[in-house]
């Protein structure tokens, strides 16, 4: 239970979480939730506490984070593989590769076939310059490329090599396609459904997305924050609700 996980951190030594981020919430969400909660737990007032590689909101699953001295692991953990399930969906974009925004531009998918479409996934396992998308995290003189783009600014990111080491249809049922992917640090699986999308000129978005593997730790062993959820929403019935919270 997370709860006995956090009474049994050690802020002297330092402390590592696996946490499975919920639907919704931020990678910082779950950083500031977990500060609180030491905090109370605890009884310390100041905790150093990061996350060792950001998930989008709408994407779920594994995420590390590091307390106290472990923050220093962080850059280490950063650098690890990662593997990924979830769903594209064929036949149309947005804006944001990802159901932030949603679908337009429907094409027909009568001439496609799985043929195809495993000619496009082989040609996606490699090593490449990936473009990120324009609704990311990425820094551009200081400033986060999302709010930029919704400001309605266009600018041009760099393209980063990344590293498909494996990319899996594990059931396809058109226009979706459930997927497995083995990548480097730094890869868009956003990004990758655009590729896809374009190399076989129907397009395609993000529809769902785990992280299940970062290196050796396994979204198996992470903890479930709901506990703390339901415990809050006991404790606090009139608070008001959290804007990631259903």
């Known amino acids: 239970m997370i709860v006995s996980a956090i009474q049994n951190i050690s802020i002297e030594n330092g402390s590592t979480l696996l ?8 990678s910082f969400d779950v950083v500031n939730k977990l500060k609180h909660e030491i905090r109370k737990r605890l009884g ?3 905790v150093k506490i990061g996350h060792a590689g950001t998930l989008d909101p709408l994407a779920t699953g594994l995420l590390i984070i590091c307390i106290g001295k472990h923050t220093k ?6 650098n690890l593989n990662k593997q990924y399930t979830g769903t594209f969906v064929l036949g149309a974009t947005t804006e944001s590769y990802d159901l932030e925004h949603p679908p337009t531009n429907f094409c027909s998918l009568d001439n496609i076939t799985p043929s195809q479409i495993s000619t496009a996934v082989n040609q ?7 473009t990120p998308p ?3 995290a990425v820094k551009l003189q200081g ?21 498909i080491h494996s990319f899996e ?14 990548c480097s640090k730094g890869t868009y699986i956003r990004s990758i459904a655009r590729d896809l999308g374009e190399l076989l000129g129907c397009g395609a978005y993000l529809k769902t997305l785990t992280r299940t593997h970062i290196g050796s730790f396994s979204l198996e062993s992470a903890y479930d924050l709901t506990p703390l959820i339901s415990e809050e929403k006991t404790h606090n019935p009139n608070r008001k609700k959290k804007r990631f919270e259903v």
């Open 73 to 78: 692991k962080i850059s280490e953990y950063q």
């Open 19 to 26: 946490i499975n981020k919920p639907l919704r919430w931020t």
């Open 143 to 163: 400033k986060s490329a999302f709010k930029y783009a919704r400001q309605g600014i266009n600018i041009e990111l760099r393209a980063k090599e990344i590293n």
């Open 134 to 136: 324009l609704y990311s």
């Open 124 to 130: 996606l396992t490699r090593t490449f310059l990936q």
């Open 169 to 182: 249809i594990t059931h396809l049922e058109l226009p979706e396609i459930d997927f497995k992917i083995n």
């Open 44 to 46: 310390i007032k100041k």
